[in-house]
């Protein structure tokens, strides 16, 4: 066979495939996930794996989402950008998912953005970056409480208890760095005053001369915004040099395992969080206490352990889906799907209630109180009240 004719004839197929509407049976609805499994972001992505899969099991068990039987395919991204692309790619295109779900990370998410407009496939997104639905992408929703909601928490808290002047300290990364930028840009609409902004590396092991340019400026409170192990090294650091103002820290340490890993210099520490690290401590009026509470009790029954707060993330998007669903009559095609989506409202889930719109791919905005302050008190969190 002539080759340029087997290569073209390849091509032709790849487009007639890319063009070809994806298009599911009105039983099942197909899912493909990002999850960063392995790496340095391995945290996130293993909690939203195990609670994917345990969710999943259940609806189907009972009948499905929406009457349809979910099938899904799984990759780990190792948090890596370049692979979340190409895997990506792979569920569009080769294994002809409706919707794709995922990745955890900031910088992932954001290069994925782009590439989710291109394959014309909905995303629920798994990162807070305030850049992944503003502007709108129309094919990208959030599945998770966005970076500025969650600042707008933080500094509400730090306004009401009467803490005027923070010490911010945050990674270089794109999720400490984000969240400096709009800790900065916010904090005066609260009449807050940002008295130094410090930074370090996610792979610094001692933090001290930071710490040290902090207790010395005499703030109120300290602010960490970092996933760990930063965080838990901060705390010995300040521990250790006799810090005693309040320190807070962002929802990137939301998980049981940050207790463990910081010890007692985490004790009386504070932490802006999803619900999930502490279901029975929440007000019985909380509208997602018993979505929480469920989550909670079936993931520890199913493996054994506590779940980190992003386990929330997976059981959220997965009732935007079914909501979204539920609007479909026949089979599902990514277009009708994705405005489906556009179309959801009032959705309860773990994380606060969900709205979209054409305008608003955030989902979860302050007015649903996505966030939570806990406190950690006899190595537990507890929620403030």
Do not use: C
Request: proline share 6%; hydrophobic share 45%; no cysteine.
């Amino acid at each position: 066979m002539d080759r340029r004719l087997f290569l073209n004839g390849a091509v032709v197929l790849a487009i007639s495939s890319r063009l070809a509407p994806a298009r599911a049976a009105a039983d099942k609805i197909k899912i493909g996930a990002l999850f960063a499994l392995s790496g340095p972001s391995a945290f996130l992505g293993e909690s939203q794996e195990k609670a994917f899969k345990m969710l999943v099991e259940e609806k189907n068990a009972q009948g499905g989402l929406a009457g349809r039987k979910v099938e899904y395919v799984i990759y780990d991204t190792e948090g890596n950008g370049t692979k979340a692309i190409q895997q990506l790619r792979r569920l569009v295109d080769s294994d002809r998912v409706d919707v794709v779900f995922g990745p955890n990370t900031s910088a992932e998410a954001l290069l994925v953005k782009p590439v989710a407009a291109e394959l014309e496939t909905p995303v629920l997104s798994f990162s807070g970056a305030v850049e992944m639905a503003v502007p709108p992408n129309p094919w990208v929703f959030q599945a998770v409480p966005n970076n500025r909601v969650a600042v707008q928490h933080f500094l509400g808290f730090l306004m009401r208890k009467n803490y005027k002047k923070i010490a911010f300290i945050a990674s270089t990364d794109s999720f400490g760095q984000g969240g400096a930028t709009l800790f900065k840009q916010l904090a005066p609409d609260y009449g807050l005053t940002i008295v130094t902004a410090e930074e370090f590396g996610l792979r610094d092991t001692d933090m001290t001369p930071q710490i040290l340019k902090i207790k010395s400026l005499s703030p109120d409170a300290m602010v960490i915004w970092s996933i760990n192990p930063g965080p838990s090294i901060i705390l010995r650091n300040a521990k250790a040099i006799g810090f005693d103002k309040a320190i807070f820290n962002s929802n990137g340490v939301a998980s049981p395992q940050f207790i463990d890993q910081v010890g007692a210099a985490g004790e009386g520490t504070w932490l802006s969080a999803p619900r999930l690290l502490s279901p029975d401590s929440l007000s019985d009026s909380d509208p997602s206490k018993l979505v929480v509470t469920k989550l909670y009790r079936d993931y520890v029954a199913k493996w054994k352990k506590q779940p980190a707060a992003f386990a929330a993330i997976p059981q959220d998007a997965l009732l935007v889906l079914e909501a979204a669903l539920k609007r479909i009559k026949g089979d599902v095609t990514r277009k009708n799907l994705r405005d489906a989506i556009e179309s959801v409202s009032g959705v309860v889930g773990a994380n606060g209630t969900y709205t979209f719109s054409s305008q608003n791919h955030m989902g979860l905005d302050d007015s649903s109180h996505p966030m939570v302050m806990m406190k950690i008190v006899g190595g537990k969190f507890v929620v403030e009240p």
